[in-house]
């Protein structure tokens, strides 16, 4: 019998989820509000999907890709978030993840997604292209340019996360964390990191 992992922070988006994976046959379906308790739950059960979110507390859909990805857990991910895909549907696809659906679209997205990576098919948004002004592509650039921590502790920092914070909730140490933001602000031609917020709204990453 299949099982599936919904990973989202929010009890009415995983009820809506559930909803849909009992329409298409899932029995075993877990849920894990953050990174930590997913890390659990793969590791008692042989999880068939994930159905991924990549906003979090005390952690982020990125890290959990990766380490799915590096222990070679046999599971096929879904991402389903609010972040816009223009940032963030690439990159989850280098990750391993086999769909990215947005929070945005009716739930009728969510059920064909399901239905397309469980036949191991990929389900991407369809990108507009040549829709960027100057300013947006190069930015868009910059973004893309960026690790996956490097853009992780960018959000926290735009969300008015501590250094102390962030260094508590990524086991980095607090000099390091300060690096990374030194590192963000060069990386992205601000002249403080009082306009990283700015920047990470203007792009849709928080």
Known sequence: MKSVL???DHPVIRAAVKIVLEREGFKLIYEAANVGEALV??????????ILDLVMPGGNGLDLLERIKVNDWMCVVLVFTSLDPLFFQE?????GALGYVSKTNDLNHLHKAVQAVMARY????QLPTGSLDTLQHSEKQMIDKLSNRELTILQYLARGTKNKEIAELMHLSHKTVSTYKTRLIEKLGLSSGVHLRDFA???HLI
């Open 6 to 8: 919904i990973v989202d």
């Open 41 to 50: 739950l793969l590791r008692e059960h042989a999880i068939a999907l994930v």
């Open 91 to 95: 990159r989850c696809m280098r990750a």
């Open 122 to 125: 990929t389900y991407f948004a």
């Open 201 to 203: 709204k203007r792009n």
